[in-house]
């Protein structure tokens, strides 16, 4: 297929459709032996409606355009109109300050974290919202942040002019922010001990002057960094990618097993510490099965079912994975511009690409041209044709454990 940089997101619901038949493992006793695994050669003569849509060609090294620009802006873009805001359950109040007084704090009754926090420095700005370490707590937490336009003319100053990537309206981040907490309270409800995925612990309506200003959510801090960082890839051993391969895969499998779909996996999204990973955002996560009204996730990474707006299951994660880790081992993303994602042409070439292709839309992996198992394995998760794709992350888990073993890569617990 062909390669861009990333855009933005959105979601909605359904019933789940009868689930296609089990994709078979690719991985295979040796790596020159795999005839009955081998991904079918890109055909000579693509229809032409397929061709914009499939075709890979390398990604310049020209800058990126001003992320702030929709078309060719990083992190999720809304392709819709649902602006629907979800009613937070009866809440008490808290004092919340920073170092010149950001307000006050609405708690939801099942918080975990009540105790009161100091926004701390800025650690980065995501697409829709700003992040911070907490200044005063013994164990820092990460706050993820989201400011209306209100906090511009009455907010402090530590936080006024501090925005996200991406020119998103106030009420479609508050509506992501409150499904990542939403999602990820469920995902860890009753579990004990370290998650594959971001911890939790609350969400808080900000308000100062007796004014709503912002939400700010709070979760564990990961004190590491994520897969978009090229200069810690260029540090990373092909060993240790396959093992974080592995841990994402464990992740997402994690997610299946609890219904839902991420819906945004990328690079970005993989937090690495001490060569422990950990998912991150929730925010256009959605159930199994849901079909939704607007095109939703990350330009650069969607399958073609979310181009025509089809239902979504545990395979379109798979299909982000692929093309992910293509990325993360050398490879770019697909060329996918966000502002042309609505036209008709488009999704015309998507549906006959999920209708009719079997072909992997990435097959490119530059620092794994001598594993040809776990080239394969990758380009099968690509599969334009959902039936033909592989159909659950267990299955790739099977095959990184054959492939890690046949080339003695130790795999995390």
Same mark, same amino acid.
């Given at each position: 297929m062909t390669k861009a940089t990333p855009t933005e997101k959105k979601h909605v619901k359904t019933e789940l459709p009868a689930q296609a038949p089990a994709a078979e493992d690719v991985s295979s006793t040796e790596d020159a032996k795999q005839p009955e695994t081998s991904v079918s050669p890109r055909p000579t003569h693509i229809p032409a409606q397929a061709r914009r849509y499939l075709h890979q060609e390398p990604v310049s090294d020209t800058p990126a355009a001003d992320p702030a620009k929709p078309a060719g802006g990083h992190g999720i873009i809304t392709l819709g109109t649902n602006d629907d805001v979800l =009613? /937070? +359950? /009866? +809440?008490? #109040? #808290? =004092? +919340?300050s920073s170092e010149d007084d950001e307000g006050t704090v609405d708690l939801n009754e099942d918080d975990v974290f009540t105790a009161p926090y100091k926004i701390g420095p800025m650690i980065a700005r995501g697409a829709e919202s700003v992040l911070y370490t907490s200044s005063d707590s013994e164990n820092p937490i990460c706050i993820k942040s989201i400011r209306n336009n209100l906090s511009k003319v009455i907010g402090p100053m530590s936080s006024k002019n501090n925005e996200g990537k991406v020119k998103v309206p106030y009420r479609s981040k508050v509506r992501h922010l409150k499904n990542e907490c939403r999602i990820g309270r469920e995902l860890q409800a009753q579990e004990t001990g370290r998650l594959p995925v971001v911890r939790i612990h609350g969400l808080r309506k900000v308000r100062r002057l007796g004014f709503e200003i912002g939400y700010d959510l709070l979760m564990d801090y990961v004190d590491g960094t994520d897969l978009s960082d090229k200069q810690a890839l260029k540090a990373f051993t092909v060993a240790q990618k396959i093992d974080f391969f592995y841990q994402t895969t464990k992740a997402l499998d994690f997610m299946h097993r609890k219904h839902y779909v991420h819906l945004d996996m990328k690079p970005s999204n993989i937090m690495v510490a001490k060569g422990v990973v950990t998912l991150i955002d929730f925010g256009v996560s959605v159930s199994v099965g849901t079909k939704p009204r607007a095109v939703t996730g990350t330009a650069g990474y969607l399958s073609p079912e979310q181009i025509v707006r089809d239902y979504l299951d545990e395979r379109t994660d798979i299909f982000a994975l692929g093309v992910t880790f293509g990325v993360v081992f050398g490879g770019h993303p697909l060329r996918q511009d966000g502002d042309k994602l609505k036209s008709k042409l488009l999704k015309r070439e998507a549906r006959f690409h999920m209708d009719s292709l079997a072909d992997p839309m990435v097959t490119d992996f530059p %620092? $794994? @041209? =001598? @594993?040809?198992? !776990?080239? %394969? !394995? !990758?380009?099968?998760?690509? $599969?334009? #044709?959902?039936?033909k794709r592989i159909n659950s992350a267990s299955t790739i888990l099977n095959s990184l454990v054959r492939i890690a073993k046949r080339h003695d890569i130790p795999l995390s617990n």
């Open positions: =009613h /937070p +359950a /009866p +809440a008490r #109040q #808290q =004092h +919340a %620092e $794994i @041209m =001598h @594993m040809k198992s !776990l080239r %394969e !394995l !990758l380009a099968r998760c690509t $599969i334009s #044709q959902r039936d």
